[in-house]
């Protein structure tokens, strides 16, 4: 019976281990959740701010930048203004004598300032092409408009480049100081009328009279980039003349390249699809601008700009977003590449001001709060698991030992118990019931011995039958001692289980829930007769049930026992699978995240297998390996790992339809060309359809209902990050599907293709 006893014991590290993993387990579960809720909350939280602030950022902006726009257009208001009044003015009086002294026609027909009072620096010049007729009207005209813009223009010369006055027969009155010469030395043959600022100003083009910007365009002495703003005036229902400010667009451009959000930038575009400023298509000199919606992606028409074919189809996909989006609606998103959109719009030429961040600097930040949260969640794991274990090794598993070694000496014949009775607890209390139970055992074996001793040698067969009593009650109270103990030690042993399982701040609660009471009663009643114990057990009404009542306490406990070793058989297995699959991630665990090193990539591919082993087994899923001795490939273990993880256990997915019998997953590794690396997944299972093959890496795209939908799009990120690339196929829905992971074999021919 030692023996068996013995051998039905659990081992001693078992009620902590299992404790331990246990709690471990419920508390990293809750720390994950922690950190995963902590992430979105904070993604949330920063994406809201960003918006904010991008939205602020446009705005601001646009205020600053539309000021010189907005000025403009007030000063031709004052202009235009002026210029009617002095016309009106002007048709009272005689100007021929003005006109005279301040222009002279020239050889070539044309008609310009005089040079002997022209000083360029201080007064407007004058260009009035070949075959005008200065008639008296004209001639108002001209002067009226010379008057106003040499009162206006040195004004205005602090902010605009030029300002002037372009009559309706393409003569044209215009200060520029810093080309004090060029309208004395502009070639006859010069025409306005073939220039937009010209043409915005005629009554066809421009039906509601009011203030229009031309297309940029490059001064190509200078290399500078303007604008120029037309006023068209009437008098009368008749067009008489339009003014202009050409405007330098050189700092504006400066400013909106480099003046931009953290981890943001900024595009200027017109309307219509002209691109101003871009911090990376730059327009080279003497080749015109950029027309987003014009360019047909052909080499002859992209020459002239800087700029991959990738970023020309990054901002046509920018415009047409922004070029329809509401007024109110200061902030859009680009799903496709993963970016928010400031915009506002410029007064004055309706230019779309853009600001264009991605959402990956919104989760990045997340990630590293979330990052910090995990952090401390694992290291209170540790520290709360040290104490945890610190606390079952004082206050539960050495008393249960104690009970143990105790109990396996009372089997053995020894009375000379020795338990800590000084605890003020439940296991104090079984202590020292416990020791008064031996204590009685041993009276009534000592009495019965003694009272054996006593008996006449001569009465035999007397002696006989006084020995067999003797032998059936020794073994009547040993067996009543033993369903005694076991009674005590397995209900406690039970209730300490199940309240460290639970929590162990359930444990006093639990354990003083014990029903002692009635085992201490009989032992009382017992005591109470000690004298007449064999009358008392043969007679007494309650006496006769004291034995059947411990024999059925016994059978109960030892029920009990059994099922206590079937649930820790099953959570010995549990453990020790879950103790392999830890041990495993571990190792990998203490690799240095962002760190290239050395990789067998057998060795990594058979480490996936080995995590997806229990799944592949429930699954009925057969491996087959065809793996290629490929050189070690200098690359992040950790990433290509769950890179591999993730494909096995899609492809252990795919093929729960297939019948268990027939699903195969093969894995091949091999280099089919110098320097590239390829690791195939491939599965018989559902397939996929041709217009998904591209949709499955979308973020939050999936075919599954449980899906989350974005492994496959975080696994296609990390081979990129890596320098690779992650590919499907398959020939179509019920045919299976691979999953092709290419990796460069060293970090130079990672650089060399992202450079590529």
Do not use: C
Request: no cysteine; aromatic share 6%; glycine share 8%.
């Amino acid at each position: 019976m030692a023996r068996q006893h013995e051998s039905s014991t659990p081992a001693r590290s078992s009620l902590a281990r299992s404790t331990l993993i246990s709690m471990g387990v419920r508390i990293a579960v809750i720390i994950a959740l922690t950190t995963f809720f902590s992430y979105l909350h904070i993604f949330y939280s920063l994406r809201e701010e960003a918006l904010v602030q991008l939205k602020r950022n446009v705005t601001e902006r646009s205020q600053r930048e539309q000021a010189l726009f907005v000025l403009a257009e007030d000063n031709h208001a004052a202009m235009k203004g002026a210029l009617e009044e002095r016309i009106r003015t002007l048709r009272q009086e005689d100007v021929d004598a003005r006109f005279d002294n301040l222009f002279a026609p020239r050889p070539d027909g044309t008609i310009r300032n005089r040079r002997e009072h022209f000083d360029g620096t201080r007064m407007p010049g004058v260009f009035v092409p070949p075959g005008v007729t200065a008639d008296a009207d004209f001639r108002r005209r001209l002067v009226a408009a010379y008057d106003v813009t040499a009162q206006y223009a040195p004004a205005f010369h602090v902010r605009f480049a030029t300002t002037g006055v372009i009559l309706p027969e393409g003569a044209v009155v215009g200060y520029w100081p810093e080309g004090a010469n060029y309208f004395q030395d502009l070639d006859a043959t010069f025409s306005l009328k073939d220039f937009e600022y010209y043409t915005l100003g005629l009554p066809a083009n421009n039906p509601r009279r009011e203030s229009a910007w031309t297309s940029i365009y490059e001064d190509p002495p200078t290399q500078t980039w303007m604008v120029t703003v037309a006023t068209p005036l009437d008098v009368d229902g008749r067009h008489v003349g339009t003014l202009s400010h050409d405007l330098l667009l050189n700092e504006l451009m400066v400013r909106t390249i480099n003046n931009h959000m953290p981890g943001a930038y900024n595009i200027l575009v017109r309307e219509d699809g002209q691109l101003i400023a871009h911090p990376e298509m730059k327009m080279k000199s003497g080749e015109g601008v950029y027309d987003i919606l014009k360019n047909t992606g052909k080499p002859e028409d992209t020459a002239a700009y800087v700029g991959t074919a990738e970023q020309r189809a990054h901002l046509h996909a920018i415009f047409e977003r922004v070029k329809n989006h509401p007024p109110d609606q200061p902030v859009l998103e680009l799903p496709e590449y993963d970016e928010l959109l400031g915009v506002s719009r410029l007064k004055g030429p309706g230019w779309f001001v853009v600001t264009v961040l991605s959402e990956q600097m919104v989760s990045a930040g997340a990630f590293r709060a979330a990052r910090y949260v995990l952090g401390f969640g694992v290291m209170s794991l540790l520290l709360e698991l040290a104490i945890m274990y610190w606390v079952l090794k004082q206050q539960i598993t050495r008393p249960l030992l104690g009970f143990t070694q105790a109990t396996t000496r009372l089997e053995a014949g020894d009375f000379d118990v020795r338990l800590e009775t000084s605890r003020g607890d439940e296991l104090g209390q079984l202590a020292n019931a416990f020791q008064r139970m031996a204590g009685e055992i041993h009276r009534r074996e000592e009495a019965l011995r003694q009272a054996n001793e006593g008996l006449e040698q001569r009465v035999e067969l007397r002696t006989r039958e006084l020995q067999d009593v003797h032998r059936q009650l020794v073994e009547t109270a040993r067996q009543v001692g033993r369903a005694e103990i076991a009674t005590n030690v397995l209900h406690n042993v039970g209730n300490v289980l199940n309240s460290v399982l639970t929590s162990t701040l359930l444990a006093r609660e639990r354990l003083g829930a014990l029903k002692l009471e009635s085992l201490e009663r009989v032992a009382e009643l017992l005591e109470s007769h000690r004298a007449d114990l064999s009358a008392f057990l043969t007679r007494d009404e309650r006496g006769k049930n004291t034995l059947p009542f411990l024999t059925r306490l016994g059978r109960h406990m030892e029920e009990e026992r059994q099922e206590l070793q079937t649930l820790l058989g099953d959570i010995s297995r549990h453990t020790e699978h879950i103790g392999a699959i830890v041990k495993l991630q571990q190792r990998y665990a203490r690799t240095p995240q962002q760190m290239f090193e050395p990789v067998q990539l057998g060795e990594l591919v058979e480490d996936a297998l080995r995590i997806n082993q229990a799944a592949l087994g429930r699954h009925a899923v057969m491996v087959e390996r065809n793996l290629a001795d490929v050189p070690a490939v200098e690359t992040e273990k950790h990433k290509v790992l769950m890179i591999l993880v993730n494909l096995i256990s899609n492809a252990k997915y795919a093929m729960d339809a297939v019948p268990a019998g027939q699903r195969r997953l093969t894995v091949n590794l091999e280099s089919p060309t110098p320097g590239r690396i390829h690791i195939e997944v491939r599965d018989n299972g559902v397939g996929i359809a041709p217009e998904m093959l591209t949709r499955i890496f979308q973020y939050g795209f999936t075919t599954r209902s449980e899906g989350h939908g974005f492994g496959l799009h975080s696994s296609a990120l990390a081979a990129q990050e890596l320098g690779g690339s992650l590919r499907a196929n398959s020939p179509g829905p019920g045919h299976g599907a691979t999953f092709t992971l290419e990796l460069p074999l060293t970090p130079e021919q990672r650089s060399e293709r992202a450079s590529a």
